[in-house]
């Protein structure tokens, strides 16, 4: 049942959307962006949830895959797909210099992740013979021709960025149903006892603190061929970073596919609905479901729906 | 180049004593309610956007619209406690993230209310230059501030030391149980911590008013720089939290006087970094876990 299920939505998502919104260019290009937003969110609750840490500053990896990959096309000459995955890479290695901060807790993880993001913007920033700084880079190649398949093209872009974020999706599941996924949720019950019985807790942590940078950089460097141009103060911007965990706590960031659901939710709804009334400000909206979510239903909206289905299949068992 | 670094010091140390304003207010709550309330910045962007309204509007002196701006701002803090106080579960994690939800809402409102202008004091009399020993320079907004906020961190202080609310407030950061069968009510500490918080967060915004400049995204700014500088005090000591402030102020006025301005926020980071990891408890604070 659940892999018919799972089938049908990639049918879906590769044939039926390409096939019903493909001559929209406006609609792929809103559907890109909202897969772009989940693809951050399904490493940020990946992070969240594995690894119990709440992260302010995705927005640094982000940055980062995206200036390595545009830097490694534009100036060493590197084809496209493999930049991406160096990118990848890139913001995983980043993700190290950021790991002294894992001997922190809570609030103090998350702010300390967040002046990171600061440092690498302002670094993107001074160091100009490198990044170009506050001018950016212009002309960053696009997503190239293979096989006679346009990339380039939002289509194209569309098959990539939703390749990423399945990709994403599937490295999340098999590492939450290995033993190293049971590892970290007796982490999450109680770290003190699950080191005693000799986990090493830090260092899992520090394993999925680099698989979401590594996602987070992918979607990065992916961003940066789409729209082909970067600059420190957009490929550092606090929004990426909120979208995210709007998206993740909308959706419900405990499970697999909930980021990405909230993302499509919050994104389109955000720039379809809100955008046109309140040109400025409009943001708000998504400070007032945060806090909503927070404050009603934790746990997201998958879990609020899914829990009469879960319910159903308890008795079932029984 | 001595008188340089001379002003720059000086300058640091009067940027300092608003920053501690903030920092006073954000950890007066993280003590008692160990809530870390990521919209602190935001409220101190309301009493500064409060105070421009009333002068552009009204003609009133900054420093005569503090009623005004204490009122909207408290009652906003009012708020923010309310909300977090419905969290019962996970509170230090989810309360993180309400605040940051309720830090978006406030500063989109200010976009939406006030556009994205910049905007500063109009009354000359602020902007006016002081010049004491001959060689150094601030505008008198900038002397009356921090002659303010030293009065009002002593203030505190000297309430937490020595009144019954002061004590009742430190009772329940150090044990909330304890606290309580002494016939403390922590609900009221709770909302003394968050009004008191407000009130300092007014005077700050008002102070950036007259000082500096105002503008919406400066609310999250202030909420990290108010953060970074409660880990370099360390929790729970008044004074180191005034020290880290000035210690903060005069990094960054240092980093602008001998680097460059675009350095300036890198220059906090970088410190704020450098005591996490070495000095987890900060400079002046107790050994302690943290979380």
């Known amino acids: 049942m659940n892999r018919i299920l799972i089938a049908a939505l990639l049918a879906f998502a590769y044939v039926v959307v390409p096939l019903a919104l493909g001559s929209n260019a406006y609609v792929v290009g809103l559907i890109v962006a909202a897969l772009t937003i989940g693809g951050i969110a399904i490493a940020w609750a990946l992070l969240g949830n594995l690894g119990g840490m709440v992260s302010f500053g995705h927005a640094a990896f982000f940055g980062i895959g995206a200036y390595v990959s545009a830097l490694l096309t534009l100036r060493a000459g590197w084809p496209v797909f493999p930049s991406m995955l160096v990118a990848g890479f890139g913001a995983a290695i980043a993700s190290i210099a950021t790991m002294p901060a894992l001997r922190l807790r809570g609030p103090y993880f998350a702010l300390a992740i967040l002046a990171y993001a600061e440092i690498f913007r302002i670094l993107a920033t001074e160091l100009k013979p490198i990044t170009g700084g506050a001018a950016g880079l212009l002309s960053i190649p696009r997503l190239p021709n293979v096989l006679g398949l346009d990339f380039g093209s939002k289509l194209g872009g569309y098959f990539v960025i939703l390749t990423i974020v399945v990709a994403a999706m599937v490295a999340y599941d098999l590492i939450r149903r290995s033993p190293y996924g049971l590892a970290l949720k007796a982490m999450h019950d109680s770290e003190d006892a699950t080191r005693v019985v000799g986990v090493n807790s830090t260092m899992l942590k520090a394993w999925m603190l680099a698989v979401s940078a590594f996602i987070t950089g992918m979607v990065g460097a992916f961003n940066a061929h789409y729209i082909n141009f970067l600059e420190p103060d957009y490929a550092f911007a606090g929004q990426w970073t909120t979208l995210a965990i709007v998206s993740a706590i909308f959706g419900g960031y405990r499970t697999v596919s909930g980021p990405l659901l909230g993302a499509l939710v919050v994104y389109l709804v955000d720039q379809l609905a809100f955008k046109p009334i309140l040109p400025q400000g409009h943001q708000i909206v998504l400070g007032v479901l945060l806090g909503a979510m927070i404050l009603f239903s934790p746990g997201g909206l998958m879990p609020l729906l899914l829990s009469r289905l879960s319910r159903k299949e308890a008795s079932h068992a029984a | ?291």
């Not at chain 2, 304003?21 to 950890?27: D, K, N, P, Q, S």
């Not at chain 2, 400049?213 to 409660?230: E, S």
């Open chain 2, 1 to 291: 180049m001595l008188e340089l670094i001379l002003q720059s010091l000086f300058s640091g140390v009067l940027s300092g004593a608003y920053y501690a304003l903030i920092a006073l207010g954000l950890a007066l709550v993280f003590g008692t309610m160990r809530v870390i309330n990521l919209a602190h910045g935001e409220l101190v962007l309301l009493g500064a956007y409060i105070s421009y309204t009333a002068e552009e509007k009204l003609g009133l002196d900054p420093l005569a619209s503090l009623p005004l701006a204490l009122a909207v701002v408290v009652a906003t803090a009012m708020a923010v406690y309310y909300l977090v106080s419905l969290i019962k579960k996970d509170r230090e994690l989810n309360s993180l993230i309400l605040t940051f939800g309720i830090g978006v809402i406030l500063t989109n409102a200010v976009l939406m209310i006030w556009s994205a202008d910049i905007h500063s004091a109009t009354t000359a009399w602020y902007h006016d230059a002081v010049i004491p020993f001959d060689i150094l320079f601030a505008m008198q907004a900038e002397l009356v501030f921090a002659g303010i906020g030293i009065v009002l961190v002593g203030a505190v202080w000297w309430w937490l030391e020595k009144s019954w609310y002061g004590r009742a407030l430190r009772a329940v950061a150090s044990n909330r149980d304890a606290a309580k069968l002494m016939g403390v009510n922590p609900q009221l500490t709770e909302v003394l911590s968050f009004a008191v918080s407000g009130l300092l967060a007014t005077v700050a915004g008002i102070a950036i008013y007259t000082a500096k400049v105002i503008q919406p995204a400066m609310g999250h700014h202030l909420t990290v720089k108010a953060f970074i500088i409660t880990v370099l005090a360390g929790m729970g000591s008044v004074p180191g939290v005034l020290l880290g402030a000035v210690l903060l102020g005069v990094v960054e006025s240092l980093t602008v006087t001998m680097a460059s301005s675009a350095l300036q926020e890198l220059a906090g980071m970088v410190l704020f970094l450098v005591v996490l990891l070495l000095m987890p408890s900060g400079l002046f604070g107790r050994a302690k876990r943290r979380g």
